[in-house]
């Protein structure tokens, strides 16, 4: 069975890094784009970030762009999201989650992780 | 950028009513890339529907969806105890970014 494990969340202070890593099993991961959302209480479900199967393509939502680095590593079944400059805004639980459709990126998310909370304050 | 705007905000029913969710678009969905998640207290949310009306697998069919352009419903036929839930509209055809509804809570009565 597919499942994806978050992990690498934290309390961080604001324009500090960090990053997070998602390991996938239960599938053939480097045939599916990948991707993170994140979840807060006050904004609700929001996309972050894409990568497709290669990891030839990659699209980030305005708000994480030049900040947030999404990546995989297809040799460990891994994904990354490389959080640079955080700021408070960016404090939510972080999903990594996988794409429906093989070879291609849908933006249509048929399995999710558990999450990892990121917190970031002084 | 879509706004998808959902109603109720929270829906009480008893077990065995039929629910109906709407999800309202902004503006057009282009080919109905409309998909629906449900998500309990503590979980992540979980892949219900895609394209306005698919199923996903292993999701039961008192689980249906409908709508096109800018008016999508998720129906449930005779909710089960296991539904009580919040539930998300989500849309994937203008991108990036795929934006989410605000949920939708259906409670127990």
């Known amino acids: 069975q597919v499942q994806l494990v978050e992990s690498g969340g934290g309390v961080v202070q604001p324009g500090r890094s960090l990053r997070l890593s998602c390991v996938a099993s239960?599938?053939?991961?480097?045939?599916?784009?990948m991707h993170w959302v994140r979840q807060t209480p006050g904004k609700g479900l929001e996309w972050v970030a894409v990568i497709s199967y290669d990891g030839a393509r990659k699209y980030y939502v305005d708000s994480v762009k030049g900040r947030f680095t999404i990546s995989r590593d297809n040799s460990r079944n891994t994904l990354y999201l490389q959080m640079d400059s955080l700021r408070p805004e960016d404090t939510a639980l972080y999903y990594c989650a996988k794409d429906l459709i093989r070879a291609s990126s849908w933006f249509i998310f048929d399995y999710w992780g558990q999450g990892t909370l990121v917190t970031v304050s002084s | 950028e879509i706004v998808l705007t959902q109603s109720p905000g929270t829906l009480s029913l008893s077990p065995g009513e039929r629910a109906t969710l709407s999800c309202r678009a902004s503006q057009s969905i282009s080919s109905n890339y409309l998909a629906w998640y449900q998500q309990k207290p503590g979980q992540a949310p979980r892949f219900l529907i895609y394209g306005a009306s698919s199923r996903a697998t292993g999701i039961p069919d008192r689980f249906s969806g409908s709508g096109s352009g800018t008016d999508f419903t998720l129906t449930i036929s005779r909710v089960e105890p296991e539904d009580f839930a919040v539930y998300y509209c989500?849309?994937?055809?203008?991108?990036?970014?795929?934006?989410f509804g605000q949920g939708t809570r259906l409670d127990i009565k």
């Open positions: 239960g599938f053939i991961f480097n045939t599916y784009g």
């Open positions: 989500q849309q994937y055809g203008a991108l990036p970014p795929i934006t």
